[in-house]
T-cell receptor, first 112, second 112 residues
Framework: NAGVTQTPKFRILKIGQSMTLQCAQD?????MYWYRQDPGMGLKLIYY???????DKGEVPNGYNVSRSTTEDFPLRLELAAPSQTSVYFC???????????FGSGTRLTVV | AQSVTQLGSHVSVSEGALVLLRCNYS??????LFWYVQYPNQGLQLLLK??????LVKGINGFEAEFKKSETSFHLTKPSAHMSDAAEYFC??????????FGPGTRLSVLP
């Protein structure tokens, strides 16, 4: 099935550890996004990309990094994990910037 | 800067009753408006979107929303709630540029 695939679905990290959340889409979308979702706070944009080799910061980029070497993949890197990064992370993609996002099923991350 | 307000973080309705989820937005330019639904442990799915055509927009699963510029509103309705409608609903606004903002979400419970 075409769509956005996120791995892993769940992860527990210890404070100070690092990890990469994987995101891949097979719809040939140029635009890709990383959001975090915290209870009662909606979705906050971490980073986004408008095409391979182009990334930019969103609303809450501190503590995260991204890369976009191909159209399909948009991994999110957490360096030195902190309890404040406990959240559910969603990757999304779109054909253009004005909406109709396709979301992945999310990664639930707990930092202890 | 754009913003989205969703009145009521939690709404309960009886099965068969009218569903009304409220969304108000602020935007300095004519907006594109969206409703997304999130079922438990899943990513967000697009319900419907307004892109400056008809002000009454019909979406999937019997939902519809009406764009009212004078009230800066985009409320979501469904004439008769079904148990399967229980989920979290997010309103979002895009200004066609770099800004796509989600509201905080409204959790809908459907009572038998």
């Amino acid at each position: 099935n075409a769509g956005v695939t996120q791995t892993p679905k769940f992860r527990i990290l210890k404070i100070g550890q690092s990890m990469t959340l994987q995101c891949a889409q097979d719809m040939n979308h140029n635009y890709m996004y990383w959001y975090r979702q915290d209870p009662g706070m909606g979705l906050k944009l971490i980073y986004y990309s408008v095409g391979a080799g182009i990334t930019d910061k969103g609303e809450v980029p501190n503590g995260y990094n991204v890369s976009r070497s191909t159209t399909e993949d948009f991994p999110l890197r957490l360096e030195l994990a902190a309890p404040s990064q406990t959240s559910v992370y969603f990757c999304a993609s779109s054909y253009d910037r004005v909406g109709s996002y396709t979301f992945g099923s999310g990664t639930r991350l707990t930092v202890v | 800067a754009q913003s989205v307000t969703q009145l009521g973080s939690h709404v309960s309705v009886s099965e068969g009753a009218l569903v009304l989820l409220r969304c108000n937005y602020s935007s300095s330019v004519p907006p594109y408006l969206f409703w997304y639904v999130q079922y438990p442990n899943q990513g967000l799915q697009l319900l419907l979107k307004y892109t400056s055509a008809a002000t009454l927009v019909k979406g999937i699963n019997g939902f519809e929303a009406e764009f009212k510029k004078s009230e800066t509103s985009f409320h979501l309705t469904k004439p008769s709630a079904h148990m399967s409608d229980a989920a979290e609903y997010f309103c979002a606004v895009s200004d066609l540029g770099q800004n796509f903002v989600f509201g905080p979400g409204t959790r809908l419970s459907v009572l038998p």
